[in-house]
């Protein structure tokens, strides 16, 4: 749950009386330790599936659904709180049918609820409680509630028995309003999103932007990067300065503020402070890779040494603290150490003092406790280096809960995070990382024509979601891209060839193939989280597959695909910034092809000029013979000139002049970025 540390909860009431929805595969089908931790619950809780429904049709109890994830902190509370007391669980048991769901193995369920839970007026975000009719249709609820009614919020005792009365009431009455939500979660409008669209939306992102602490909105913080990706993406084309100065100036608070961890590196999950100054302290795998990727993508511009230093100490930590035995990452970090936040990561200063002796006036000078965050932008080096050895000492102490089931779709994510920048700063070690999780993460969830969720342990399960093909495919589509290996871009077909069963009639696309139970509507794959959506990543990933590889079909697809998604954009752009980009990369992506010997020093030095370049929408590739490219691609048929690898930068249908030189070639990159947006 996303909530301010002055509130412990917001206004989670009123009850409404609405709608939402659910799916087939049992939650623990991959090893969920979400589900572990709560085997032992004196609540009677069962999977999703239908033999909940059948049981909620033929006891008459609604179906009491909690939907969390193993890091989540005020799931921890509330399941100490109320499902392990022993008369609220008795309550749970008689009053209701009690399903828990982990929104990692099924986020399909998790975006349908969120969704309803807006529709309703309840507070949304984990853990999710909502009480649905045997249609799986919500008609009370909200997120967090606590076990003693505060802040103008009931407790989940109180809940329970008012919406088993509700229930017991009016029934009728409940489900047709739900009914109506329903109805209204299944409709779309259709409505185009081209460059000149795209360019007034994100005009309106600039405009939500924080001036002052970067980001965007009030109290509660989340870095939102799929937004200033979109800001980004404006800078890159020519749209002014103040898009590059608002994701220089966010990027900048979130990582001298407290969102970073500065004794071990990346970041934590949101704050509770406009000034990011206070941390919520799960840390999540797919929002460190976010930050890795945009990272990278900024410092190509600017060559600030606080972004490289970013990068390297969040991939340092993953390395260290997220991957596991067998290559692969773990999901997260809760953010409780024995139901204490952050516990983990607070000193006093008699800890400082016993560990840095006569260093610690000085180390305290520049940081601030408990939570140790720079005092200002100058800490001498000699007092940065003392980090290291609060960092050997913290890491005696009990490490927060670490959720080690595999997700594909967070995995994807990294690997294209982790080779970008290994391409960018000349780290071979991180770009080899990324192939080999690439080639794990397949090996265990690909069988070439079928992908999986995740897998715990030995034991692999769980039916993708659109958001795994779509991430995976990005991360083929970019080792392709750095590597040359044509493998890559075959991979990509095939997984984006797969995604076809998740395409709607209309164009768009929703992230399950098929509903999570009968008669439900399936979730639409439009809304970003701390990834962008799976509609946008699937939309770009099908524009770099033709500018990859010449398919027609394949734009077409994804030019259908935007107009499906256009008012929702229009209506909500913050969380729709994903697809902002997608329509950027497939109005004109920048083409490069280098013509030559990919092996030889020449190619590599061209090559080296292109990853560290911040270009919308790349599309590269490192040919012998031009001729093999597609008929109609525009540098069909160029040549090397003089006998040395040679580049050509192509927007649309038009090329540049052959480049042998990497200065002058960075130069025409820059040039012609610019243009992307307007010749298609």
């Not at 919406?163 to 017991?168: G, N, P, R």
Request: charged share 25%.
């Amino acid at each position: 749950m996303t909530i301010s540390r002055k509130f412990a909860v917001r206004t989670l009431w009123p009850i409404c009386l609405l709608l939402v929805l659910a799916s087939p595969v049992p939650a623990q089908e991959i090893g969920s330790p979400y589900f572990a931790a709560h085997a032992r619950d004196p609540v009677r809780w069962r999977a999703w599936g239908e033999a909940a429904f059948a049981e909620s049709r033929t006891s008459g109890r609604p179906l009491l659904l909690s939907i969390g994830y193993s890091a989540c902190y005020w799931c921890t509370v509330m399941h100490r709180e109320s499902f392990m007391d022993p008369a609220v669980a008795a309550r749970v048991n008689a009053l209701a049918v009690p399903v828990l769901v982990d929104r990692e193995e099924r986020p399909d369920i998790d975006a349908l609820y969120q969704d309803a839970a807006l529709r309703m007026g309840v507070q949304r975000g984990w853990p999710l409680t909502l009480f649905l009719d045997a249609d799986g249709r919500p008609f009370a609820g909200g997120a967090y509630f606590p076990d003693q009614p505060r802040a103008g919020m009931p407790s989940f005792a109180q809940l329970l028995e008012t919406a088993a009365a509700a229930w017991q009431g009016d029934r009728g009455a409940l489900v047709e309003r739900s009914r109506t939500l329903f109805e209204d979660l299944r409709s779309a409008v259709a409505a185009p999103l081209d460059p000149a669209g795209v360019a007034a939306l994100q005009a309106r992102l600039l405009d939500a932007h924080d001036p002052f602490h970067g980001g965007f909105g009030g109290t509660v913080k989340h870095p939102r990067l799929p937004a200033l990706e979109a800001l980004w993406r404006r800078y890159l084309r020519g749209g002014g300065e103040a898009y590059g100065e608002a994701v220089r100036l966010s990027l900048e608070r979130m990582s001298r503020g407290a969102l970073y961890d500065h004794v071990g590196g990346g970041y934590f999950r949101y704050a509770v402070e406009p000034d990011w100054s206070a941390p919520h302290y799960e840390k999540m795998l797919d929002q460190n890779a976010q930050f890795i990727a945009l990272l990278t993508e900024v410092w190509k511009e600017t060559r600030d040494p606080l972004l490289a230093e970013r990068v390297a100490a969040t991939v340092e930590f993953l390395m260290t603290r997220m991957r596991l035995p067998d290559g692969a990452f773990a999901t997260a970090l809760a953010a409780d150490v024995d139901g204490r936040e952050g516990r983990y990561y607070l000193w006093s200063e008699p800890e400082i003092r016993r560990v840095l002796g006569r260093q610690a006036d000085a180390w305290l000078a520049h940081y601030t406790l408990p939570l140790p965050v720079p005092r200002g932008a100058n800490v001498p080096p000699a007092v940065q280096s003392l980090m290291k050895r609060l960092q050997t000492a913290r890491a005696a102490r009990s490490m927060p809960r670490r959720d080690e089931k595999r997700l594909a779709e967070w995995h994807g994510a990294l690997i294209a995070a982790l080779a970008e920048a290994g391409a960018a700063f000349g780290r071979d070690d991180w770009l080899r990382t990324a192939e080999r999780t690439h080639a794990l993460v397949l090996g265990r969830l690909w069988d070439g024509q079928r992908l999986l969720r995740g897998w715990q342990g030995k034991r692999a399960g769980g039916e993708a979601v659109l958001d795994d093909h779509a991430q995976m495919a990005r991360a083929a589509l970019t080792l392709y891209e750095l590597t040359g290996q044509r493998e890559r871009l075959a991979e990509a077909r095939a997984l984006l060839l797969a995604a076809a069963a998740f395409r709607e009639d209309g164009g768009g696309w929703r992230m399950a193939r098929k509903p999570a139970a009968a008669g439900l509507p399936v979730a639409r794959a439009d809304r970003d989280r701390a990834l962008a959506s799976a509609a946008a990543v699937t939309v770009e990933a099908l524009g770099r597959l033709y500018y990859l590889g010449g398919e027609t079909a394949v734009r077409r697809i994804a030019e259908q695909s935007l107009p499906a998604f256009g008012a929702a954009v229009l209506q909500r752009p913050l969380d729709h910034a994903g697809l902002l980009v997608a329509a950027d990369t497939l109005a004109g992506a920048v083409q490069v092809v280098v013509v030559g010997e990919r092996r030889t020093a020449a190619a590599q030095a061209l090559l080296r000029s292109i990853w560290t370049t911040a270009l919308p929408g790349r599309a590269v590739q490192t040919i012998a013979d031009a001729a093999t490219l597609a008929a109609d691609h525009p540098a069909h048929g160029k040549k090397a000139i003089g006998g040395l690898p040679t580049a050509y930068v192509c927007i649309g249908t038009v090329c540049s002049a052959p480049v042998t030189a990497p200065d002058e070639l960075r130069g025409t990159l820059l040039t012609l970025r610019r243009a992307g947006s307007e010749l298609n």
